[in-house]
C-alpha cells in the first residue's frame, strides 16, 4: 500500500491577459470601491480568442511535464476538473491524449469530472485514491483543473477569471492527504448552474449562491471535526491546522467564511476562542442557523474576532484568486499554490485546511500534511517552478472596453465552427499553446508558440485533432 499518497508537484497557467478591477468598476459604473473593497478583487485575467480551456491545459501539462522532468510514459491516470463545457461528449482529457501518444503511451485511464467548480476535486480524490488502491500500477497520477469564468454584463462580471492548474500525485508527497479527515456537504439547490447550453455564461442566483457556499462551510465544518474526533480522539480547533485554504469566488466571500469558523469554534466552545472573542460573539449564540445566516451584525463582529487570524492562517492563501479571479476548478488550487509560493519550505511540518465548493451543491473539506521531500519535489522547487511574481508581473492591462469587446467576440463563437483565430500570439510566452481554427465539422486545432518568437504561426507546431504534429517544437 502506498504510503503519503498526495501532490508531488504543482505548476499554474494563467491567460496573460488581464483588465484592473479598479477601471472595471469605473467602466461599470459600480459605486466607487465595490469590486476593490466590497468583492475583495484586484484584478482579472482573461482568455483572449486564442485561448480557452483545452489551450490552457496543454500549456499546464507539458509545462509541469517539462519542468519537473517527468517521463510522459510514467503517467498512468489523467483526471481533468471543468465545468467550461466546449464538447457534451469528447472529454478535455482526450485533447491532452496528444502529449503522451507522442511517447507512445496510451494506458491512461481517466475522463473529466463536472460539478462547477468541485470538479477539480473531484478528479483530484479519483487520483488520489487510485494510488491508494489495488487498482494502482505504480506510475504517476495527473490531474488537471482548468476552467475560463465569464458572466453576462451585470454584477456577477467582475468575479470572473481563469486558468488552468496541473497537479502531479504519487507516494511519499510533499503534500499528502490525510485521507480519514473529509467532511462534505452535498444538495440540490439552483443557485449557479448552466442550462443554456448555447451560451457559455451561467445563471446564477448571486445571493443564494453566498448563502450555500457559506452553509456548506458549516456543514463541512462540522463533518470534519467529527472525523477528527473519531480517528484521533479529540476536539478540534483552528488552532490544530496552521492554515486554511477556500475556494475563492472573491475574496470577500474568503473573509467571511473564515469567520463562520471561528463563530464555530464558539458554538463548540472550543479553547482557540478567548474571552474577549467570546463576550463579542455571546449574543449569537441562540440565533438558528437561518437567522445566523442573515445576520449582519453576527457576520461584522466575527470578522472583527477573525481578523488577526484570518491574517495568518488565510492572507497568505489569496494573491492568486485576488489578481486572477475566479478560476472555478482551479481556483481553490490556486490559492494552494498562492500559499507555496508564499511560504514554500517553511510549510514542511504543517497541516493545512482545504474547503472545496462547487455550485448545485457539492463540497468538502479535507487536510494536507506537508513536509520537505528530495528534488524535483521539494516545496521550495515548487515555489520555484511556479514562478508567480514573473506569471504575475508579465500580464498585459487591457482596459474594460476591450475586455468587452472580447467577450463579446467570445459569445459570437462560442459552439461555432468554421472559423479561424487571428493567430496573434504576441501576448503569449514561449511554449503556450493557442487555438488557431475551428472546421466545418467543429474540430478544433491548436499550436503551440515556439520560442523562436520570429516564426509565423504556420511555422509552429501544430496540433490537429487527434493527430499530434510536432508537440515538442520549440523545444
Ligand atoms: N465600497 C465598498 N464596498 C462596497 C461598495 C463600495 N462602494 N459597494 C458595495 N460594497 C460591498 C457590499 O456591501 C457587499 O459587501 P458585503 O457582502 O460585505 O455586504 C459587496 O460590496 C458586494 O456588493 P453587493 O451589492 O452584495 O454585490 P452584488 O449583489 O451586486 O453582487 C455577487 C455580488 C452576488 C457576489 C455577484 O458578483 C455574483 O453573483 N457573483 C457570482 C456568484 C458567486 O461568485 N457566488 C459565490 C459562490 S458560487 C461560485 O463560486 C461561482
Excluded at 246 to 259: D, G, R
Excluded at 329 to 353: C, D, M, P, Q
Excluded at 388 to 395: E, P, Q
Aim: proline letters at 4%; charged letters at 20%.
Amino acid at each position: 500500500m502506498a504510503k503519503n499518497v498526495g501532490i508531488l508537484a504543482i505548476d499554474i497557467y494563467f491567460p496573460p491577459a488581464c483588465v484592473q478591477q479598479e477601471a472595471l468598476e469605473t467602466h461599470d459604473g459600480a459605486s466607487k470601491g465595490k469590486y476593490t473593497i466590497g468583492l475583495g478583487q484586484d484584478c482579472m485575467s482573461f482568455c483572449t480568442e486564442v485561448e480557452d480551456v483545452i489551450s490552457m491545459s496543454l500549456t499546464v501539462v507539458t509545462s509541469l511535464l517539462e519542468k519537473y522532468e517527468i517521463d510522459p510514459k510514467l503517467v498512468g491516470r489523467l483526471e481533468v476538473g471543468s465545468e467550461t463545457v466546449i464538447d457534451k461528449s469528447k472529454s478535455i482529457k482526450t485533447f491532452l491524449m496528444q502529449i503522451f501518444e507522442k511517447y507512445g503511451n496510451t494506458d491512461i485511464e481517466g475522463v473529466d469530472s463536472t460539478n462547477a467548480c468541485y470538479g477539480g476535486t473531484a478528479a483530484l480524490f479519483n487520483c488520489v485514491n487510485w494510488v491508494e488502491s489495488n487498482s494502482w500500477d505504480g506510475r504517476y497520477g495527473l490531474v488537471v483543473c482548468t476552467d475560463s469564468a465569464v458572466y453576462a454584463e451585470g454584477p456577477a462580471r467582475p468575479t470572473g477569471g481563469a486558468a488552468a492548474i496541473a497537479m502531479l500525485i504519487g507516494p511519499d508527497a510533499p503534500i499528502s492527504f490525510e485521507s480519514k479527515l473529509r467532511g462534505s456537504h452535498m444538495s440540490h439547490v439552483y443557485d449557479f448552474y448552466k442550462p443554456n447550453l448555447a451560451s457559455e455564461y451561467p445563471v446564477v442566483d448571486g445571493k443564494l449562491s453566498q448563502t450555500c457556499y457559506l452553509m456548506a462551510v458549516d456543514s463541512c465544518y462540522k463533518n470534519f471535526c467529527h472525523k477528527y474526533e473519531k480517528f484521533e480522539g479529540k476536539q478540534f480547533s483552528l488552532s490544530d491546522a496552521e492554515y486554511f485554504v477556500f475556494h475563492s469566488p472573491y475574496n470577500k466571500l474568503v473573509q467571511k467564511s473564515f469567520a463562520r469558523l471561528v463563530f464555530n469554534d464558539f458554538l463548540m466552545n472550543s479553547s482557540s476562542v478567548d474571552e474577549v472573542a467570546k463576550e463579542k460573539l455571546g449574543p449569537f449564540a441562540t440565533l438558528s442557523g437561518d437567522e445566523s445566516y442573515q445576520s449582519r451584525d453576527l457576520e461584522k463582529a466575527s470578522q472583527q474576532v477573525a481578523k488577526p487570524l484570518y491574517d495568518q492562517k488565510v492572507q497568505p492563501t489569496t494573491l492568486i484568486p485576488k489578481q486572477v479571479g475566479n478560476m472555478y476548478t482551479a481556483s481553490l488550487y490556486a490559492a494552494f499554490a498562492s500559499l507555496i509560493h508564499n511560504k514554500n519550505s517553511t510549510l514542511a511540518g504543517k497541516r493545512v485546511i482545504l474547503f472545496s465548493y462547487g455550485s448545485g451543491l457539492t463540497a468538502t473539506m479535507f487536510s494536507l500534511q506537508l513536509r520537505d521531500s528530495q528534488h524535483p519535489f521539494s516545496l521550495s522547487n515548487i515555489a520555484r517552478v511556479m514562478d508567480v511574481d514573473g506569471k504575475l508581473k508579465s500580464r498585459h492591462e487591457f482596459p474594460p472596453e476591450e475586455f468587452v469587446e472580447n467577450l463579446k467576440l467570445m459569445e459570437h463563437r462560442y459552439g461555432g465552427k468554421e472559423f479561424v483565430t487571428s493567430k496573434d500570439t504576441s501576448l503569449l510566452s514561449p511554449g503556450t499553446f493557442y487555438l488557431t481554427e475551428v472546421d466545418s465539422m467543429y474540430r478544433r486545432f491548436y499550436s503551440k508558440k515556439t520560442k523562436e518568437s520570429s516564426l509565423t504561426p504556420a511555422e509552429n507546431g501544430v496540433i490537429a485533432n487527434g493527430v499530434a504534429n510536432g508537440i515538442a517544437n520549440g523545444h
